[in-house]
């Protein structure tokens, strides 16, 4: 395992100047790094500060957790908090896990490369912090497991490194919220995850976003299906953040694999939103279904990404992305990708990019709202998508979410 962890940590070297191929680059040294005992643990979300929980409650972390199968809490780079409240799911920080399981470094850096760019060389080369989540062969969560990436030093860089496995037959639900403090004017997070899901089992993966107005965030997560596995992924973010660049790529490796990425995006302020998904359709029969939503206004600028490509014969993949632009000053760069190099696949798009229809507004306004509330709710229900895939009581809980988000929109 040190060997392998070492080669990781060569490769690594030689990439920290190396620019990402998407996104504003940035200067990682402007930023600040901590230890990861900063923090001390605690026993339960409850006990942080009310008004932490405040934030955790806005993207979807409930600090009480009556209603969850386990919690991880990551407080700057110190994880705090790593229970499952299931035998049959673990649930430890990534530097406990890499001490009990040798065998673990069979899967790091395996569905990434840890020389993509700066920010993953960077995650490898900084102090170690993340999840390790791993769902025991034919385990069935009832109550999804929560995480929450929380900043509260300002200029802080936080590096995270995460590793989700679903054994065979296997089904797990998760909910990520990711937030900053409110005397958190400036901070940087990376964070690297790693999906492994086997023959016969899902993974629901849904994260909200609420970073400060002057974060910087750049994501990278790989995703490797066997056969007949699912994967789920919800994304929203609709609050105010200075840059994110994120396009998590799903490897449908096995047969009769499935893929589904649903994006809420709402652009606010100066905010810089590079963001998308990629579905490599590489087992036979294997699927995909990306569906974006997106709206701009003031100054916003939000590129809007999707790669599809089908390798093999029998896979299929539609990809869908649709955007508001609310102000003149405000932009949606739309980018639908599909590429097909085998016989007997079916690949699809469709993107669009307008405004809100007057005659909605006119209609709206007729039944005694004003014009600034009938535009509110019409971007409110262009936002508010259908989930898809989830049990009914984590749908039900992942559309709360969204309507939560979408207060501020």
Same mark, same amino acid.
């Given at each position: 395992m040190r060997r392998m962890l070492r080669d990781a940590l060569k490769k690594a070297g030689k990439a920290k100047e190396k620019k990402a191929a998407l996104g504003e680059d940035i200067n990682i040294e402007e930023f600040e790094?901590?230890?990861? @005992?900063?923090?001390?643990?605690?026993?339960?979300?409850?006990q942080l500060p009310g008004k932490y929980q405040e934030k955790m409650l806005k993207v979807g972390v409930d600090p009480?957790?009556? @209603?969850? =199968?386990?919690?991880?809490?990551?407080? *700057?780079?110190?994880?705090?908090?790593?229970?499952?409240?299931?035998?049959?799911?673990?649930?430890?920080?990534?530097?406990?896990?890499?001490?009990?399981?040798?065998?673990?470094?069979?899967?790091?850096?395996?569905?990434? @490369?840890?020389?993509?760019?700066?920010?993953?060389a960077e995650t490898a080369l900084g102090e170690l912090g993340g999840f390790f989540i791993r769902a025991l062969p034919g385990a069935r969560?009832?109550?999804?497991?929560?995480?929450?990436?929380?900043?509260?030093?300002?200029?802080? /860089?936080?590096?995270?490194?995460?590793?989700?496995? /679903?054994?065979?037959?296997?089904e797990i639900h998760m909910i990520t919220g990711c937030a900053t403090g409110e005397d958190v004017s400036s901070a940087l997070h990376i964070g690297v995850s790693e999906f492994y899901i086997k023959k016969d089992a899902k993974i629901s993966y849904t994260m909200v976003h609420n970073w400060g107005e002057q974060v910087e965030v750049r994501p990278r997560t790989s995703v490797v299906l066997d056969d007949n596995a699912t994967y789920i992924n919800n994304?929203?973010?609709?609050?105010?953040?200075?840059?994110?660049?994120?396009?998590?790529?799903?490897?449908?490796? =096995?047969?009769?694999?499935?893929?589904?990425?649903?994006?809420?995006?709402?652009?606010q302020k100066d905010s810089v939103l590079d963001l998308g998904s990629r579905v490599i359709l590489e087992g036979r029969g294997s699927s995909a279904e990306m569906i974006s939503r997106a709206v701009s206004k003031d100054r916003s600028q939000i590129y809007s990404r999707g790669h599809l490509a089908g390798r093999v014969r029998n896979s299929k993949g539609h990809l869908e992305c649709h955007g508001l632009v609310l102000s003149d000053d405000s932009m949606i760069y739309a980018v639908p990708e599909l590429e097909g190099s085998?016989? *007997?696949?079916?690949?699809?798009?469709?993107? /669009?990019?307008?405004?809100?229809?007057?005659?909605?507004?006119?209609?709206?306004?007729?039944?005694?709202?004003?014009?600034?509330?009938? /535009?509110?709710?019409?971007?409110?229900?262009?936002?508010?998508?259908?989930?898809?895939?989830?049990?009914?009581?984590?749908?039900?809980?992942?559309?709360?979410?969204?309507?939560?988000?979408?207060?501020?929109?």
């Open positions: 790094k901590e230890e990861s @005992d900063e923090h001390e643990t605690v026993e339960s979300l409850d009480v957790s009556e @209603d969850r =199968g386990g919690s991880f809490m990551m407080m *700057d780079q110190s994880g705090i908090l790593a229970e499952s409240r299931s035998e049959s799911i673990e649930l430890l920080n990534i530097k406990d896990a890499l001490e009990k399981y040798s065998w673990l470094s069979d899967y790091m850096w395996k569905a990434i @490369d840890v020389d993509t760019d700066k920010y993953t969560t009832v109550f999804p497991i929560q995480a929450c990436m929380f900043i509260g030093d300002e200029r802080l /860089a936080q590096t995270v490194h995460n590793i989700v496995i /679903a054994e065979e037959g296997s994304y929203i973010l609709t609050s105010p953040v200075k840059t994110i660049q994120s396009y998590p790529t799903a490897y449908c490796k =096995g047969q009769n694999s499935k893929v589904v990425f649903q994006s809420i995006l709402g652009g085998a016989v *007997d696949l079916e690949l699809s798009h469709e993107a /669009a990019v307008g405004k809100i229809a007057e005659e909605e507004v006119l209609y709206l306004t007729s039944r005694g709202l004003t014009e600034e509330e009938a /535009a509110s709710m019409i971007v409110r229900g262009f936002l508010s998508m259908d989930i898809t895939g989830l049990p009914p009581e984590l749908a039900s809980e992942t559309k709360r979410m969204i309507d939560m988000s979408l207060k501020g929109m």
